[in-house]
């Protein structure tokens, strides 16, 4: 099984912020990793996949990037309504491992 | 507008059986792949199990295999879960999501997800 990694496990920051999230896999998983946004008492929502490519009607002060095992998620200017949990997930295989999360809240 | 409405969750004894279920609209349910994602305070974010547009291709979490059944009925656009022999890290919420795919394997993603039907077991 691949395992997925996160850091940092929680980050304080504020409005304005370049923020960046590093997800890595146990091993190569291509462009096949997807990040989702979840906030309290809300189901995820998917903001990138294919490592890259923004779901439509997510902002684009965020970004994906990487490829094989290390990817991350830049936020390139931190709203208030950015403050949130974010996962990242592989989809190499029909197993979907997910990250234990990045808590992104407020200085 | 997509929907996805879950339903059937509830307090339920170790060792029974529950069958949660997702009802569909806005889309055009049949052409796609579905998944069921649990989450829970001690687990994260847990992949469940998968199904083809068609039924005819399942996938499901080695911690589940066995136990769950995933099952859909296109005309219905509904999703279905069945849980046998529940135990204690079987309590989480549960979602259903859709995938813009009718197969999944590789590049799959879960685009939209429902709100979650919690599913406690407990004596």
């Known amino acids: 099984d691949i395992q997925m990694t996160q850091s940092p496990s929680s980050l304080s920051a504020s409005v304005g912020d370049r923020v960046t999230i590093t997800c890595r896999a146990s091993q190569n998983i291509n462009l096949y990793l997807n990040w989702y946004q979840q906030k309290p008492g809300k189901a995820p929502k998917l903001l990138i996949y294919?490592?890259?490519t923004l779901q439509g009607g997510v902002p684009s002060r965020f970004s994906g990037s990487g490829a094989g095992t290390d990817f991350t998620l830049t936020i390139t200017s931190l709203q208030p309504d950015d403050f949130a949990t974010y996962y990242c997930?592989?989809?190499?295989?029909?197993?979907?491992?997910f990250g234990p999360g990045t808590k992104v809240d407020f200085k | 507008e997509v929907q996805l409405v879950e339903s059937g969750g509830g307090l339920v004894q170790p060792g029974r059986s529950l069958r949660v279920s997702c009802a569909a609209s806005g889309f055009n349910f049949d052409d796609y792949a579905m998944h069921w994602v649990r989450q829970s305070p001690r687990k994260g974010l847990e992949w469940v199990a998968s199904i083809s547009w068609n039924s005819d291709r399942t996938a499901y979490a080695d911690s589940v295999k066995g136990r769950f059944t995933i099952s859909r009925d296109n005309a219905k656009n509904s999703l279905y879960l069945q849980m046998n022999s529940l135990g204690g890290d079987d309590t989480a919420l549960y979602y259903c999501?859709?995938?813009?795919?009718?197969?999944f394997g590789s590049g799959n993603y879960f685009r939209y997800w429902g709100q979650g039907t919690l599913v406690t077991v407990s004596s």
């Open positions: 999501a859709t995938d813009p795919l009718s197969y």
């Open positions: 997930q592989e989809s190499s295989s029909p197993l979907f491992s």
């Open positions: 294919a490592a890259s």
